[in-house]
């Protein structure tokens, strides 16, 4: 089998992450160890958090869990991970690779449940019965593809009785990884609305909504790079959009506006990205571990907070990685390709790609009689048809041997359009074998 292909990337450096943890740690306040005391986590302790949505990740992400893992050990520090359990649920299908009757790479969408009504988060979701993930047309692509559906199947037959699909998920993927790394504290997005600090800032917020929003917005402006959408303003009607959500059972969530805030209060809010990310970064933890997407948006949180609240963050640091699946088809090169393919076709017309060295010599003497003839002004037609003769005649003898060039260059040819699918780095973990699993680890070892 092929050999899985892992790189991994960090910045900045892990041997500089100490220090910066240290550092911030040395700086705790009682509003942080409030906060954490609220959350579970130990104040005694420096708090090295990551998270995302609830969902069976893909590798970039498990390095993540990994990272903060071997962070917390090297400093005598605890990890935790937010579920991002507010955002929109996507975790009703899991792609899976698979293969046709030709032995040809493919992607199958494996429904593990009923797909929500869009805009309806994670957390406002029951959790579910899952069901049997099985391809159809043709089996899994690989061993390890076949185990990691039906482990996924178990862990969430196992996490029936969580109260929320986003919290059996996330629970289920955890076990998943109870054999490769400590589990870290699991904090939900939607239970930061009942600490104290969190509503102190929605109370600021609401109390100055302009104010709060003119930052937010400007921020936004300064990352266009981001991909942020700025918040609404209607100042002639006395309210702004803020960045939360109200979540309800069942329902899409609902944008909250400051005016509707006065008046409903806290209940059933959620932070939105850069106040979820901002509002930890405040006072939950001593290092953010990012992915690619969160370290790009995550500046425009920075400048938000620190020209609203005229404060700095914890750190922050960018973790990602690169695992695909161990196919051959990875491996093949457009030049390959195109090798192959004119291999087979200059066969048919020179005996020795297959070995016939004994028609070489004749092949040439034809080819030098036909020129010859030609600049004597002679009809070369007669050696001409004398030549594809022998060459049809070779053709027949070498039948199989050319069917293995073209059949040669097909399968190259398939290989290489597969390729795509062969290099995509977005499997869920449990797909992977252990091995690789093991070795994505043995990069964030202290």
Not at 29 to 34: G, H, I, P, V, Y
Not at 50 to 69: E, P, R
Not at 320 to 347: I, M
Not at 430 to 438: D, N, T, V
Request: some cysteine; hydrophobic content about 45%.
């Amino acid at each position: 089998m092929t050999p899985e292909r892992l790189t991994t990337h960090t910045d900045p450096p892990a041997e500089t992450w100490r220090g910066l943890i240290s550092q911030h740690f040395a700086g705790l306040d009682a509003r942080s160890k409030q906060l954490r005391a609220e959350l579970g986590l130990p104040a005694d302790h420096p708090i090295i958090m990551s998270g995302h949505q609830a969902a069976f990740w893909h590798a970039g992400i498990l390095a993540k869990v990994f990272a903060a893992d071997a962070a917390a050990r090297s400093t005598n520090g605890a990890a935790a991970w937010i579920v991002v359990d507010q955002d929109e649920a996507e975790f009703a299908t899991l792609r899976a690779p698979v293969r046709d009757g030709r032995n040809r790479l493919g992607v199958q969408e494996l429904k593990l449940t009923e797909a929500p009504a869009t805009g309806v988060a994670a957390a406002s979701l029951p959790p579910f019965e899952p069901r049997s993930l099985k391809p159809t047309g043709g089996p899994f692509a690989l061993p390890s593809v076949s185990w990691g559906a039906a482990s996924i199947t178990e862990s969430l037959l196992s996490r029936r009785g969580e109260s929320t699909a986003a919290r059996q998920i996330a629970q289920a993927s955890f076990d998943l990884l109870d054999s490769h790394a400590r589990r870290p504290t699991l904090l939900f997005a939607t239970s930061l609305a009942a600490t104290t600090l969190f509503r102190e800032i929605v109370e600021r917020m609401s109390s100055d909504p302009a104010a709060a929003i003119g930052a937010y917005n400007a921020a936004v402006a300064r990352c266009p790079d981001a991909g942020l959408t700025p918040l609404a303003a209607e100042p002639h009607k006395n309210r702004w959009e803020l960045p939360l959500w109200r979540l309800e059972a069942g329902t899409p969530r609902r944008r909250v506006w400051s005016d509707e805030l006065r008046a409903s209060g806290t209940t059933g809010i959620a932070p939105r990205a850069l106040l979820l990310t901002g509002f930890l970064r405040l006072a939950a933890c001593d290092l953010f571990i990012h992915g690619k997407g969160g370290a790009i948006y995550d500046r425009a949180t920075e400048a938000w907070f620190g020209t609203w609240l005229g404060v700095t963050l914890a750190p922050t640091a960018l973790v990602t990685a690169d695992l695909p699946l161990p196919f051959e088809e990875s491996a093949v090169t457009l030049a390959e390709v195109a090798r192959a393919v004119w291999r087979a076709q200059r066969a048919r017309h020179d005996p020795a790609l297959t070995g016939r060295d004994d028609l070489v010599p004749k092949k040439r003497a034809m080819v030098e009689a036909i020129r010859a003839a030609r600049e004597r002004g002679d009809d070369p037609l007669p050696t001409y048809r004398d030549m594809h003769r022998m060459l049809a005649t070779y053709r027949d003898q070498e039948r199989s041997r050319l069917g293995d060039l073209r059949d040669e260059a097909e399968r190259l040819i398939s290989k290489h359009a597969s390729a795509s699918i062969a290099n995509d780095r977005t499997w869920p973990f449990p797909f992977h074998r252990a091995e690789a699993i093991g070795a994505l680890k043995a990069r964030f070892v202290p």
